[in-house]
Structures are given as structure tokens and as C-alpha cells.
């Protein structure tokens, strides 16, 4: 399978978005794959979206959203968890997607270890839990998810036809009504490994 190139993500967010599911979100720990389907996404899109992170301007926090795409923007949520997103759209147009949850696929006893044996349903459902499951942390900040010696990427799988794509409101987001009522959060409909349903 190949990578998906910087191409991919230089487009419109929503676009992304949409295509990501289905796509194989690969780690490489310790010379082995982990990796899962995403089933689950969530899209944020400008300083004018009241629930992205860059509503605010550029911080250090955030300065990966102002990069280039094909990045990894990874930010340190509730002083526990790690929350990954791949960069989108041009250079200083701060757009993200923000990977919610996957379907294990490879290394699955490794994930298990990182997570406490949890089932197999709960490994990667939720963007805290499938950071812990692929060991993603703040050290891939600002990483380049296109280099051809990444440790972390997205590879070109089975897409998602549109009758099994669903949208929704983003999940414990904030902000106004718009960033609240938002669709911008797609998911694989009926996949048990989503983390909403």
C-alpha cells in the first residue's frame, strides 16, 4: 500500500476528512506495524471556527495548524491524554483533522499491552485511547506524516462509499452555535468501533 502523499492533504478539510475513512493510519514501534482502519474523523477549519484550537491566533501549542499539510498537529489534552491530527489545507491557513477513532488491523496484541487488555472494541475507539493504543505523544508534534522514513503515516486503503459515510456534530466540543451544529465530524456508519454512535 502507499502513503498518502502531501497532496492529499493540501486540499479542502471537509475533503479530507471524508476520504481519511476507510484510509490505514500506520505506527512503527519498535520495528513492528501498528496500525487500524479509521473509521471516525473529525474536521477544524480556520480562526473563525470557534472550536478549533487556532480560534485564537498562532501559539506555540499550536503552531503546527499553521504549517504545511501533511503534518501532525498532537496536543495534550486534561493533563492525561494525547489527541492526534494530520494538517490540512495551504501553509497559514490553520486546518486540521483530528483522528477519533480506528479499527485495529495490525500489532493488536501490542496495542492491548499499551492499553491494559482492554477488548478489542475498546482499543482504539476514542482519539485519547488510540494515541495510548499506537503510542502517539507529543514527540510527533510537528511531524512530517510524508517523509519516507516516518515512524508514523497514513497509508492509501479501501475507500468508503458515500451510503456508508455519515456525518454529525463534532464530539465535547466548544464554542458558538455554529462550531457547536457543525457536520463536521464522519464516521463509518454501523462500524462497532466508532466511539460515538
Request: charged share 25%; with cysteine; aromatic share 8%.
Amino acid at each position: 500500500m502507499s502513503r498518502l502523499s502531501r497532496d492529499f492533504f493540501a486540499r479542502d478539510t471537509l475533503t479530507v476528512a471524508r476520504e481519511l475513512l476507510g484510509q490505514r493510519l500506520v505506527r512503527v514501534l519498535d520495528g513492528e506495524r501498528l496500525s487500524g482502519r479509521i473509521v471516525e474523523v473529525e474536521a477544524y477549519i480556520g480562526e473563525d471556527d470557534r472550536a478549533s484550537h487556532a480560534h485564537c491566533g498562532p501559539t506555540g501549542r499550536n503552531a503546527p495548524m499553521f504549517g504545511p499539510p501533511g503534518y501532525a498537529y498532537v496536543y495534550f489534552i486534561y493533563g492525561m491524554h494525547h489527541c492526534f491530527n494530520v494538517v490540512t489545507e495551504r501553509e497559514n491557513y490553520p486546518a486540521a483533522v483530528l483522528i477519533r477513532a480506528l479499527e485495529p488491523l495490525q500489532g493488536i496484541e501490542a496495542m492491548r499491552a499499551r492499553r491494559d487488555g482492554v477488548p478489542n472494541l475498546r482499543l482504539t475507539s476514542g482519539p485519547a485511547r488510540l494515541c495510548q493504543a499506537l503510542g502517539i505523544d507529543r514527540l510527533f508534534d510537528g511531524a512530517d506524516l510524508c517523509a519516507p522514513d516516518a515512524l508514523l503515516f497514513i497509508e492509501q486503503d479501501a475507500g468508503v462509499p458515500d451510503d456508508a459515510a455519515a456525518t454529525g456534530s463534532r464530539v465535547g466540543v466548544r464554542g458558538n452555535a455554529a462550531a457547536l451544529t457543525a457536520p463536521w465530524r464522519f464516521y463509518i456508519r454501523g462500524s462497532r468501533h466508532v466511539s460515538r454512535q
